[in-house]
């Protein structure tokens, strides 16, 4: 059996892409091709005719992952177009997927919205006593790590070990009620409702079952135990013989703090017994110096499996180390560097990523970046849809998707603003709450005229009225492109909206047209999502299935735009990519590791650091060809600057032993080698 998809494969990549006796599970170190094996493998389960692509389903972890996974197999295929028909999508976008078609066995409409973190946020906030938002967050973290473990209010309850404990379980039950009752779900919902659905009817389970007959899982490491439980739901039954492939590496297991087990991959082996593990030792990623750096460092955390790595990337440039003043000279340096590299090796910005550990480091970056004039995309921050005058919009879209999206109704009705004032919408609210309806329904229900003046209703209905007609043009619109689509209908929303004016009215000129930029940004980016691609195989989209994307992609990842952009990344979102240079910054103690609750109890700490360790693991291994590592020796913390050490993962990295460059400081600044660099471009006789 031959075909193209097993070209371009070492021997074990090629036994895992063949293998097809049961379950296969393939465990390595960074860069050793496992996502690539799962690419090959589905082409070569396709190409070889052993299974059809709409039978085919894989789970990646972003969807950005899953964009280039579905580019990739195009690729790989005789007729591309099949590439079209097969499921790839993260966990999250599967959920929704399954919910969609099963809304009506679990009682939900169809059309259910998908509240943000934000949004949870504020209905908790709601419902706690407290004003403190640490502890609003830590409730909120709370009644996430018990979905996630599947526990129910009741069990939450029965089990709290003290009163805060007491006080979050109950906040879970009417948190809980309260979705249900918006007709809404949340992020952890998406995978906790297809699994609850699942054990519970057989005759559902059976029909995704026979849809999904083989499934690979990408980043096996970081699935929790809802994930879990869900793929395990899918593979197996009365029966059924068990066909998975999932790859991933337990030395990059960083989502332990959202409920993922660093056991998962020993679990695995417990369940399947007859799993087939393979192991993958070849690294194809990284040049040696970076190679040994990630092999030393995460030598220090005990072993579930023995792994080496080697590579034949040959030695390549040493990891660079340099200590700067503080954070703001770091983001300079950083930046003016990264200019004088990329002209020294004449390299794309897209070659580039700069990777930290929290989002609120991304800031004085994008200000150096800005100013040295690169270009730059963000991802693992929410800071593009977290921005007021997109959530606006959004909001009109989450309405238009789900009716009884009362926090959605709110903001849209309100902005701009058309007339309806605080104590019409608390009426309305009190009157939705005596008949168990939405907001939306409340506005055309008998009865209403007695507690709000014709006066006050008028705007309500009129905003209703606005809210139906865009929603009938948004479904009429047919995702194979019959009918109207999605960039017409977003247009003629935008207008009525009229947010333009609105923004120019509200806000100063500057601001105002700043705000509108990122509206135009954002909507024409909806509008060429909406068009798909058919040679990559992505289907069009229409404006509820537009919308339901967006609400997945607030909570990983940015958008994926700019053609020659540098990456700004946090860790946590970097993982599974590439590319040729990287900037870690801020590698210090505090920060990488990240600092915690001072009173964590030793053996807690013990297994954070060890997360924290893998992190770096994660970091360091994302580089092909160079890596350069920063560290501070002062910080700002809000108004406080505070003496910083460099991080236990540097001399972790044992660069040391006569194979690191000199601190860059010692030698040429990076200011000067631009300086230099450019003269000698304008003026190449001299050199
Ligand atoms: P990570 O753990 O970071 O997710 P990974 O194990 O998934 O890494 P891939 O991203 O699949 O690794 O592969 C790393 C790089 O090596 C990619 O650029 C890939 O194309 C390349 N690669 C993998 N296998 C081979 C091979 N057999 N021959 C040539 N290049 C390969
Ligand atoms: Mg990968």
């Known amino acids: 059996m031959s075909s193209s998809a097993l070209f371009n494969l070492n021997t074990p990549q090629r036994d895992a892409v063949r293998y097809m006796e049961g379950p296969c599970l393939v465990i390595a170190g960074a860069g050793s091709g496992k996502t690539r094996v799962i690419t090959q493998k589905i082409a070569h389960l396709i190409e070889s005719g052993l299974y059809e692509a709409r039978h085919i389903a894989a789970l990646t972890f972003t ?11 195009a690729k790989l295929l005789s007729s591309p177009s099949q590439a079209a028909e097969l499921t790839i999508s993260t966990f999250h976008s599967l959920g929704v997927r399954i919910l969609r078609q099963e809304a009506k066995e679990l009682g939900l409409k169809e059309r259910f919205s998908i509240m943000d973190a934000d949004d949870c946020f504020s209905l908790i906030q709601d419902m706690a006593v407290t004003t403190d938002r640490q502890v609003i967050r830590r409730i909120q973290t709370r009644i996430s790590l018990w979905k996630n473990a599947l526990v129910f209010p009741e069990k939450a309850l029965a089990e709290a070990v003290d009163e805060h404990e007491g006080q979050a379980a109950r906040i879970y039950a009417s948190y809980m009620a309260t979705l249900s009752a918006y007709q809404a779900v949340d992020f952890d919902d998406l995978i906790r409702l297809p699994v609850e659905l699942f054990r519970q009817n ?3 389970r059976d029909r995704w079952q026979r849809r999904m007959r083989y499934l690979l899982v990408d980043e ?14 899918l593979v197996t039954g009365p029966g059924k013989k068990p066909m998975f492939t999932a790859v991933g590496d337990d030395d990059q297991a960083i989502y332990a703090w959202r409920g993922a087990t660093a056991e998962n991959l020993k679990i695995l082996r417990d369940d399947f017994p007859d799993l087939e593990l393979i192991r993958l030792e070849q690294n194809y990623r990284s040049s040696m110096h970076i190679l040994q750096a990630a092999n030393a460092v995460i030598s220090n955390n005990p072993k579930i499996f023995e792994k080496t790595l080697w590579s034949e990337m040959g030695a390549g440039e040493p990891v660079r180390v340099s200590a700067m003043d503080n954070d703001e000279t770091e983001a300079e340096q950083v930046a003016i560097s990264l200019s004088a590299h990329r002209f020294e ?26 100013r040295e004039r690169i270009p730059y995309t963000i991802s693992g921050g929410q800071s593009f849809f977290a921005r007021a005058e997109i959530k606006d919009i959004v909001s009109y879209l989450r309405l238009i998707a789900n009716n009884d999206d009362d926090p959605a109704f709110i903001r849209a009705v309100t902005t701009p603003k058309r007339g309806v004032g605080q104590a019409t919408l608390e009426a309305l609210g009190a009157y939705a709450g005596r008949w168990q309806c939405s907001l939306f329904e409340a506005v055309f229900k008998g009865g209403i005229e007695a507690v709000l003046p014709s006066r006050q209703l008028q705007p309500l209905r009129a905003f209703c009225d606005f809210i139906n007609r865009i929603e009938a043009r948004a479904s009429r619109q047919g995702a194979a492109g019959s009918g109207e689509n999605a960039a017409a209908v977003l247009d003629d929303m935008m207008a009525e909206i009229a947010y333009e004016p609105y923004l120019y009215d509200t806000f100063d000129e500057r601001n105002a047209r700043g705000k509108w930029e990122n509206v135009l940004d954002f909507t024409g980016w909806l509008k060429e999502k909406s068009l798909g691609d058919r040679q990559g195989g992505i289907p069009e989209k229409n404006l509820l299935e537009l919308t339901q994307m ?6 990983l990842e940015g958008r994926d735009e700019a053609p020659d952009a540098v990456r700004l990344s946090t860790l946590h979102a970097a993982k599974g990519l590439e590319f040729p240079h990287v900037y870690l910054v801020g590698v210090e103690e505090g920060i990488l590791p990240h600092k915690g609750d001072p009173d964590t109890p030793a053996d807690v700490l013990a297994r954070r650091i060890e997360e924290e360790r893998r992190l770096m693991y994660v970091g360091i291994t994302r580089a092909q060809r160079s890596l350069q590592i920063t560290w501070c020796k002062k910080r700002r913390r809000g108004r406080e600057t505070e003496i910083c050490d460099m991080s236990r993962f540097i001399a972790e990295m044992k660069l040391d032993e006569g194979k690191a460059l000199p601190d860059e400081s010692e030698t040429m600044t990076p200011q000067a080698r631009l300086a230099n660099l450019k003269s000698l471009l304008q003026n190449p006789k001299v050199a």
């Open 63 to 73: 969807n950005k992952a899953a964009a280039e996974m579905q580019e990739r197999i």
């Open 202 to 204: 057989d005759a559902v």
């Open 220 to 233: 096996y490491q970081d699935t929790n135990v809802c994930q879990y439980e869900l793929v395990k739901l």
């Open 345 to 370: 090796r004449r390299a794309k910005f897209s070659d580039y990523a700069i990777l930290y550990r929290g989002n609120h480091q991304a800031r004085l970056l994008e200000t150096a970046l800005r």
């Open 550 to 555: 967006v609400a997945l992609m607030t909570m």
